[in-house]
């Protein structure tokens, strides 16, 4: 068993089923966190799910949540927009979004605010979104270069977060640039045990967004001198396949065996025999 975390996100917007991407409901139990992408957030402050449901219907997700659940795995939705810097009523939206997180049956929210910016707005949300969903609902959220501008701001962010991810992968700087940034992030929030690394799968291979499987493995492994990551997140179990069947672009997709980057983030997260039991 690992003893860190394996986040794997999946994403509304692809084709689904033989000949296509993975439907949600096969993602591997081993697979501890799922994020399902993307809801945005419309300009009066409401959930919008039309991204997500792009090729599934709501009640098909929600039953694949059911059973994705049921293996041990939390779901969350991932929430993308810049309009986290501007909600008017922060209490009414998180109890918009606690009505989400009871009718959609998930565990959590993910937080992608991107290109990011410093607003107090966005803490107030964050902060009211934790008072509001309560200390068991698990609340996340993925980071780039553009916050090392903002540290002190990412410590704040960070506050009422579960664990953020990094997605420096678009494009992917190396295994060295990666784990400098990791490091200044770790430090900005007080340590490395809520930081998880992120890898793409973003093909075709020779795409500048994509994660080479040597330093897949080698990212897993790595360990920060003080402390321990969170684990890894992938970007994402729905691009986890060998040719995507995209209009025009008849090499996309990693060039490998349906799954290899999910399968292969599994084989080389530590397990009980080299680190001890995340918390």
């Not at 920060?224 to 025009?248: C, H, W």
């Amino acid at each position: 068993m690992n003893t860190e975390y394996f986040t794997n996100y999946w994403i509304g917007q692809e084709p689904t089923g033989p000949g296509h991407s993975p439907t949600l409901n096969q993602m591997p139990a081993y697979v501890d966190v799922a994020p399902l992408a993307f809801v945005g957030i419309t300009d009066d402050d409401q959930l919008d799910f039309s991204f997500l449901t792009q090729q599934n219907s709501a009640p098909t997700i929600q039953g694949w949540i059911k059973t994705v659940r049921a293996q041990g795995t939390k779901v969350l939705l991932s929430i993308n927009s810049q309009q986290f810097a501007s909600i008017q009523d922060p209490l009414g939206f998180a109890q918009t979004v606690q009505s989400a997180v009871t009718e959609w049956g998930v565990d959590g929210i993910d937080i992608d605010f991107e290109p990011p910016f410093q607003s107090q707005t966005l803490i107030t949300v964050v902060k009211q979104l934790r008072s509001t969903l309560g200390s068991g609902v698990i609340l996340t959220a993925p980071i780039y270069s553009a916050w090392l501008g903002m540290l002190d701001f990412l410590g704040q962010f960070a506050d009422s977060l579960d664990y953020l991810t990094t997605m420096d992968y678009t494009g992917y700087p190396g295994f060295e640039t990666t784990i400098e940034y990791f490091n200044q992030y770790a430090k900005a929030i007080g340590g490395p045990e809520r930081l998880a690394i992120g890898i793409s799968c973003m093909g075709p291979s020779t795409s500048a967004n994509f994660t080479p499987l040597p330093d897949l493995i080698k990212l897993c492994q790595w360990e920060p001198e003080e402390g321990q990551k969170q684990g890894a997140m992938l970007y994402t179990f729905s691009y986890d396949i060998k040719v995507r069947p995209i209009p025009n672009k008849p090499t996309s997709g990693t060039g490998y065996p349906d799954g290899t980057w999910t399968k292969t983030i599994h084989e080389n997260l530590p397990v009980a025999s080299k680190v001890t039991a995340a918390s």
